[in-house]
Nanobody, 119 residues
Framework: QVQLVESGGGLVQAGGSLRLSCAASGSIFSLNAMGWYRQAPGKQRELVASIFSGGSTNYADSVLGRFTISRDNAKNTVYLQMNSLKPEDTAVYYC?????????????WGQGTQVTVSS
């Protein structure tokens, strides 16, 4: 099992910045990817950014150029630096970890952290 604990959410004005952290513990060896998803009220959960075991990253088009995902392997922590925040970025942000075994994807989730951007 993998435990994920997010922190860093809060209230910020449009144009501001926040940094989310996700600390992983448990059976974190051989995780294939970690990332951030978000879910706004009345909407489906969507991928924001991912970082893969080899270091490559990908981003949703809506955050490209504004958000940066990174990791600190020594601390087993993944970060999401969010700049130039917009009201439409308001959502609960969830940390995610993926492990692929025998072609099956195992997903692990954090409890979520609220990000609210005021206009």
């Amino acid at each position: 099992q993998v435990q994920l604990v997010e922190s860093g959410g809060g209230l910020v004005q449009a144009g501001g910045s926040l940094r989310l952290s996700c600390a992983a513990s448990g059976s974190i060896f051989s995780l294939n990817a970690m990332g951030w998803y978000r879910q706004a009220p009345g909407k489906q959960r969507e991928l924001v950014a991912s970082i893969f075991s080899g270091g490559s990253t990908n981003y949703a088009d809506s955050v490209l150029g504004r958000f940066t995902i990174s990791r600190d392997n020594a601390k087993n922590t993944v970060y999401l630096q969010m700049n130039s925040l917009k009201p439409e970025d308001t959502a609960v942000y969830y940390c995610n970890a993926k492990r692929v075994r025998m072609s099956l994807i195992h997903d692990y989730w954090g409890q979520g952290t609220q990000v609210t951007v005021s206009s």
